[in-house]
């Protein structure tokens, strides 16, 4: 089979693609037929020494993919040949506390990851593909899509009425916008340009807010667009740059939810002003197996479908990193693996 690897450390343009051996699966295990992945901003970050957690160099990249069981090990219950699967972020993290070292046990970061024509894993590892989500979009869920959820559902989970404040056209803020929007919150988003933010509104955002035009967007949306009481939920995917204006938007007892780290300024942090808000800040790690169960559940039965921003060739696969890296792109980068 055919499998991409880094050739250098800290160098997206020396991904190359080579033959390695179709494992076989052994007691428990399954054997997926990869039909699509995904990009993350954490896979070039991985690359590129931004990642907050440590991890191995030269392995597969990419943590989320859509494929389709071709063979199963001795005592497989959950899953027969044939059946559509999607990857599980945290292979071992099925649900409640993380289990010790879960940081590094997730794909492309502390094992090899699906960036990959097979793979071989835990039939834990992976949870059902619903019929009606083609393998491009089911791709898009495991990570993005789970750590939206993740979000908004939290210890005071978003709900019909609720304001949701989400920054950027990244994955994660898309699918957030969107699954806010489901469950009948208002959405205010920030952007950088009127083409995205006509995007965001034809998605179903409230408000926008040009963070170029405005760059105390926080102020701005908390006493311009909430009359003083500041939002519920902020989707924090920027990182130091965004989170002090984050805590400004945020009312008392609300949530800002950390989830990025795309600024690589760092200007520390305001104690008076994060103490100030008096919010609940909430760092996640994408979440656990019974999260993107729910997620494929909620998602598939409200008829959503990802906003995919470019689908390359597996051949096409740096091409797609380099897309990844210009940060131009609205939603979802994806690599078709196969026909």
């Known amino acids: 089979m055919r499998a991409y690897r880094f050739d250098q450390p800290d160098s997206l343009d020396s991904l190359r693609a080579r033959e390695e051996p179709v494992g076989e699966p052994q007691r428990g295990e399954v054997l997926v037929r990869v039909r699509a992945v995904s990009l993350n901003y954490r896979d070039i970050a991985v690359i590129l020494g931004r990642y907050v957690w440590d991890a191995i160099p030269g392995l597969i990249p990419c943590s989320d993919a859509a494929g389709e069981i071709v063979a199963v090990g001795e005592g497989v219950t959950a899953f027969r040949p044939g059946d559509r699967v999607i990857s599980i972020f945290h292979p071992r993290w099925f649900g409640g506390r993380p289990p010790k070292g879960v940081a590094m046990q997730t794909y492309g970061s502390g094992a090899d990851g699906w960036l990959a024509e097979y793979k071989v894993v835990s039939q834990e590892a992976v949870v059902p593909l619903p019929d009606g989500i ?157 999260a993107l169960e729910d997620l494929v559940r909620a998602w598939s039965g409200a008829g959503l479908s990802p906003v995919i921003d470019r689908v390359f060739g597996f051949d096409e696969a740096r091409e797609a990193f380099a897309h990844l890296q210009a940060a131009r792109h609205v939603g979802k980068i994806v690599v078709r693996v196969g026909d």
């Not at 933010?197 to 102020?219: K, M």
């Not at 949530?255 to 808000?277: H, Q, R, T």
Request: hydrophobic residues 45%; aromatic residues 6%.
């Open 134 to 290: 083609s393998f491009e979009d089911g791709a898009t869920l495991p990570c993005a899509a789970t750590t939206a959820w993740t979000a908004l559902s939290g210890q005071t989970p978003v709900r019909a009425g609720s304001t949701v404040l989400t920054l950027g056209t990244g994955g994660v803020s898309i699918f957030a916008l969107q699954l806010a929007k489901a469950m009948g919150a208002r959405v205010i988003s920030t952007t950088s340009g009127p083409a995205k933010a006509e995007r965001l509104r034809a998605l179903g955002a409230d408000e926008v807010v040009n963070y170029v035009e405005v760059p105390a967007w926080g102020r701005h949306v908390r006493k311009a667009l909430t009359g003083g009481a500041g939002v519920d939920c902020v989707v924090e995917v920027g990182g130091p740059a965004t989170v002090g204006e984050s805590l400004r938007a945020v009312r008392p007892g609300g949530e800002v939810v950390l989830i990025g780290f795309l600024s690589e300024a760092n200007p520390g942090i305001d104690y008076f002003l994060l103490k100030g808000s008096n919010a609940i800040v909430r760092s996640i790690g994408v979440g656990d197996r019974a």
